[in-house]
Antibody
Framework: EVQVVESGGGLVQPGGSLRLSCAAS????????MSWVRQAPGKGLEWVAN????????YYVDSVKGRFTISRDNAKNSLYLQMNSLRAEDTAVYYC????????WGQGTLVTVSS | QSALTQPASVSGSPGQSITISCTGT?????????VSWYQQHPGKAPKLMIY???KRPSGVSNRFSGSKSGNTASLTISGLQAEDEADYYC??????????FGGGTKLTVL
């Protein structure tokens, strides 16, 4: 069974940094595109970033370009999101998502950016 | 990276059928057969209900069906049940970014 578990969320001040992790199990991690999708409180879903199987291609939504970095470690079956220069509008639940055609989602981790 | 357009809310009585629309452009919904639908209950993660326009993941009731015509995709729920009350989101692959989502539709079962 595909399982992904996010961690690393928490409260951070504006301008601060946070690193999210996603631990994957139950499937061949290195065979799948991986993505981060976020949902601000009371709002809809927003794709944030994704990364190709071997990490050679990475894409970002315009609002996080230059601030967020997606990466993966296939040996550790793990996905990461390094978030720098955080803003209040980055406050959201961040979901780790497996694949593209029939995506599997984790339960999410809450990031709160506030002073 | 504009969002897909969904109605803000729909409602129906138990046993009835409802349809939620999801309108995009030829650069997303109309151009690819990678439309997905998600169900989200309050405080829970989105659950995949339909993928690749009309395919159902294992375990999803056959009361849920998907279709597409031109730039508009649709999710139909037949035989409405109380537990179907939730928010529903569509998503599509796009030519400019991997995914775009709809704004969400709140389904109320009367």
């Amino acid at each position: 069974e595909v399982q992904v578990v996010e961690s690393g969320g928490g409260l951070v001040q504006p301008g601060g940094s946070l690193r999210l992790s996603c631990a994957a199990s139950g499937f061949t991690f290195s065979s799948y595109w991986m993505s981060w999708v976020r949902q601000a409180p009371g709002k809809g879903l927003e794709w944030v970033a994704n990364i190709k199987q071997d990490g050679s291609e990475k894409y970002y939504v315009d609002s996080v370009k230059g601030r967020f970095t997606i990466s993966r470690d296939n040996a550790k079956n793990s996905l990461y999101l390094q978030m720098n220069s955080l803003r209040a509008e980055d406050t959201a639940v961040y979901y780790c998502v497996v694949g593209v055609g029939a995506p599997s989602w984790g339960q999410g981790t809450l990031v709160t950016v506030s002073s | 990276q504009s969002a897909l357009t969904q109605p803000a809310s729909v409602s129906g009585s138990p046993g009835q059928s409802i349809t939620i629309s999801c309108t995009g452009t030829s650069s997303d919904v109309g151009g690819y057969n990678y439309v997905s639908w998600y169900q989200q209950h309050p405080g829970k993660a989105p659950k995949l209900m339909i993928y690749e326009v009309s395919k159902r993941p294992s375990g999803v009731s056959n009361r849920f069906s998907g279709s597409k015509s031109g730039n508009t995709a649709s999710l139909t729920i037949s035989g409405l049940q109380a537990e179907d009350e939730a928010d529903y989101y569509c998503s599509s692959y796009t030519s400019s970014s991997p995914w775009v989502f709809g704004g969400g539709t709140k389904l109320t079962v009367l």
